[in-house]
């Protein structure tokens, strides 16, 4: 839609509005925006989100990260991506929710060092990536241990609902994903979404 | 696409019955609600009830798994299951993690709703959820109520009303 001047319209059309907005819809900022993210131009272990406190506590309520990644393992088409907050490596639970195609099942994955945050290809043709969502509600609420759910999927295999708890209530200060063994291959992309 | 923050609560009290979003504009295309839940019903996990404009009328279609099975189930008769919420006896300070969305609420059909859903616990049981809800009413929602199934809401659960509206740029083709 196009724009309306205000001054052009009163000063050299000589129309009168009665509201500074001068016919135009009232713009309201978004409450979703972008903080960060890593398109990757050489492969890496681990993408780390961080600073998270100081930089964004006093404005967000909730995070999402949307990704979408592969990884340089050249032997399996399914693979499963690592959690971590505040460089703590322990206190974590995953369960999920996963078919395959053919059926459905449920099951826990009780490592504790790190949440299994999504899952995604490794060795299917390299110019295919696999996306993932995850939630972050209330991540620097000290009152509550972290819950994070996540929707992910890998083409022609699995799609999964995954959650994990952080079974700790300080504030998440940083955010690593790591991919098991290897690392993320170039082109994979992770973005930090903050909600307002 | 924008999202517009409507309206955040957060339970402050030891408990409440209920939380209830009212007087919703109808000048978004879609409604999305994130909701971080904890309840005090004396279970692992716990169920959320839907409620739109006071009445009770939402049926589901579920796909839920329990940390060791994966079962689907419904329930009619406007029983407003919704979701999942980590309970009472699940791992304390722990709470559930959830978003619906609510497309075309403002239209005058019946009403179609999605969830994702889950509870969180530190042993094998913990539920993941996903629902296909229908409120079978043509009016706006200007109402949402959530409850839990047996118990309260409890203490410092969070729940994030959004209004999304729809953009205009780029190029969309109908054939």
């Known amino acids: ?196 | 696409m924008s999202m517009t923050l409507i309206e955040h609560i957060e339970v402050t009290a030891a408990s409440v019955a209920s939380v209830e979003f009212d007087l919703i504009p109808d000048t978004y295309t879609d409604l999305m609600l994130v909701a971080s839940i904890r309840s005090t019903y004396a279970v692992t996990t716990s169920n959320v009830l839907l409620s739109l404009n006071g009445t009770g009328s939402v049926t589901r279609r579920a796909l839920l798994g329990s940390g060791s099975s994966a079962s689907s189930t419904t329930s009619g008769g406007g029983s407003g299951y919704s979701g999942v919420v980590s309970g009472a006896n699940s791992t304390s300070n722990t709470f559930g993690n959830m978003t619906y969305y609510f497309p075309n609420y403002a239209g005058s059909n019946q009403k179609s709703i999605s969830t994702d859903s889950v509870s969180e616990n530190n042993a094998t049981e913990a539920y993941q959820a996903i629902h296909a809800l229908l409120w079978s009413e043509s009016s706006v929602i200007d109402t949402i109520t959530l409850t839990d199934m047996s118990a309260n809401i409890g203490q410092y659960s969070s729940f994030t009303l959004y209004g999304i509206t729809a953009g205009s740029d780029g190029t969309t083709t109908v054939s």
């Open chain 1, 1 to 196: 839609m196009a724009i309306k001047s205000f001054t052009r319209s009163t000063i050299e059309n000589n129309i009168f509005y009665r509201s500074m907005l001068a016919g135009n819809t009232a713009f309201e900022p978004s409450s979703e925006d972008i903080l960060a993210e890593e398109v990757l131009t050489s492969a890496a272990a681990t993408v780390t989100f961080s600073s998270l406190v100081s930089s964004y506590g006093s404005d967000y309520q909730h995070f999402q990260i949307r990704g979408v990644v592969r990884d340089t393992n050249t032997s399996f088409a399914l693979r499963n991506g690592l959690m971590q907050f505040n460089s703590d490596t322990t206190s974590y639970r995953t369960h999920l929710l996963e078919g395959n195609g053919s059926s459905v099942s449920s099951s826990e994955i009780a490592t504790s060092t790190s949440g299994y945050f999504a899952i995604y290809t490794g060795s299917a043709t390299t110019t295919i990536f696999s996306p993932f969502v995850a939630d972050i509600l209330d991540p620097f609420d000290t009152n509550k241990n972290t819950t994070v759910r996540v929707l992910s999927g890998v083409a022609g295999s699995n799609i999964v609902l995954r959650s994990f708890a952080y079974f700790d209530t300080q504030a998440i200060d940083s955010i690593s994903m790591t991919a098991t063994g290897v690392s993320w291959s170039i082109g994979s992309r992770f973005t930090l979404i903050g909600l307002k």
